[in-house]
């Protein structure tokens, strides 16, 4: 209603693709044939795949707009001769392919999956080790989960919390390393025999707390085997702590100070990186590897976000169903 009444005052043109239309505000999406209806004379169209063009692929560019009316009807499109690469794999040897098609594909390279769904952990660490990094919504959500909980949550709220965002955002961390985070964190007695595990049992014998949450980061850092695998999460707590024990300001204010600074850092700069069709909206890749399980309408949401996924790269773009 705001836009409708703005053209009435100033000259307004919609430009834009109705398959893009993915995020959810809360309320359903304008029409297209609204736009279309309110819009009639001022419309433009996008017919002339550029990008692909410049990449010197017209061919998938022009493939993805022969597919729009499938998507349109909600309909998987047909493949058969397309310029899409696709394979079935196992969870299995997903690891192992994906290196090898870092290795094979040079460019800037983006691997998309569910945005309900994580990729497996063994997954997400393998690709962290070879230089990918996990793309993150600009609120931090897994951060912001920790901050709510270190300030409105019981004790153990708070334990489990922070276990669970080490848990997610560190990959390659042993067994007992994480056996004896949580028995740390719980405050649960244990006699560590290792001397840097004695000492932080030591220091911090009645569970949780901001001293202990900086100090196990400390440690978790000097571990080799750690990849940190929700790289800003980790860099922005690790401030919020820092202030927070020099300050005493409050936690949450911290947590909103630190994402408005980190706010409007590109994502388009990260070289390899592993997203959601949310989190890759708008950003443009050399090449593009789509995972999908047999659930993926559950997991994705609808044949819209396959449609963003398949119009990321440039260069080339691989389309892997995953068996059971």
């Given at each position: 209603r705001?836009?409708?009444?703005?053209?009435?005052i100033l000259?307004?043109?919609?430009?834009?693709?109705?398959?893009?239309?993915?995020?959810?505000?809360?309320?359903?999406?304008?029409?297209w044939d609204v736009v279309k209806a309110e819009f009639a004379n001022d419309l433009g169209v996008l017919d002339t795949p550029h990008r692909w063009i410049k990449a010197e692929n017209e061919r998938l560019g022009r493939w993805?707009?022969?597919?729009?009316?499938?998507?349109?009807?909600?309909?998987?499109?047909?493949?058969d001769g397309s310029p899409i690469e696709r394979r079935t794999l196992t969870y299995g040897n997903l690891s192992s392919e994906l290196i090898g098609?870092?290795?094979?594909?040079?460019?800037?390279t983006c691997i998309i999956g569910a945005k309900a769904h994580p990729l497996p952990p063994a997954v997400e660490t393998a690709l962290v080790?070879?230089?990918?990094?996990?793309?993150?919504?600009?609120?931090?959500?897994?951060?912001?989960?920790?901050?709510?909980?270190?300030?409105?949550?019981?004790?153990?709220?708070?334990?489990?919390?922070?276990?669970?965002?080490?848990?997610?955002?560190?990959?390659?961390?042993?067994?007992?390393?994480?056996t004896f985070i949580r028995n740390l964190l719980a405050g649960t007695a244990q006699r560590?025999?290792?001397?840097?595990?004695?000492?932080?049992?030591?220091?911090?014998?009645?569970?949780t707390s901001v001293a202990l949450i900086q100090d196990l980061l400390a440690y978790i850092g000097e571990r080799d085997s750690a990849c940190d695998k929700l790289h800003e999460s980790?860099?922005?707590?690790?401030?919020?702590?820092?202030?927070?024990?020099?300050?005493?300001?409050?936690?949450?204010?911290?947590?909103?100070?630190?994402?408005?600074k980190r706010k409007y850092q590109s994502r388009s700069k990260v070289f390899r990186c592993i997203g959601s069709t949310l989190l890759v909206k708008g950003l443009e890749f050399d090449h593009v590897?789509?995972?999908?399980?047999?659930?993926?309408?559950?997991?994705?949401?609808?044949?819209?976000?396959?449609?963003?996924?398949?119009?990321?790269?440039?260069r080339s773009t691989t389309l892997i169903d995953l068996a059971a």
């Open positions: 705001m836009i409708v009444q703005l053209k009435s000259p307004c043109r919609v430009l834009g693709d109705d398959l893009q239309g993915i995020f959810d505000f809360g309320n359903d999406l304008v029409g993805l707009i022969g597919a729009r009316p499938d998507f349109r009807q909600n309909r998987e499109p047909n493949y098609l870092t290795h094979a594909k040079r460019g800037r080790n070879k230089g990918y990094r996990v793309l993150e919504p600009n609120e931090l959500s897994a951060l912001r989960k920790v901050i709510t909980a270190l300030t409105e949550g019981s004790a153990s709220a708070r334990s489990d919390a922070v276990t669970k965002f080490l848990t997610r955002a560190y990959g390659g961390l042993p067994q007992d390393d994480k560590p025999h290792r001397a840097d595990r004695r000492a932080l049992w030591e220091r911090h014998r009645n569970g980790i860099s922005a707590l690790k401030c919020i702590l820092e202030q927070h024990l020099v300050s005493n300001t409050d936690l949450k204010s911290l947590y909103a100070e630190e994402i408005a590897v789509i995972l999908r399980g047999h659930d993926w309408l559950q997991s994705w949401g609808n044949h819209r976000d396959l449609y963003v996924a398949l119009t990321r790269g440039s």
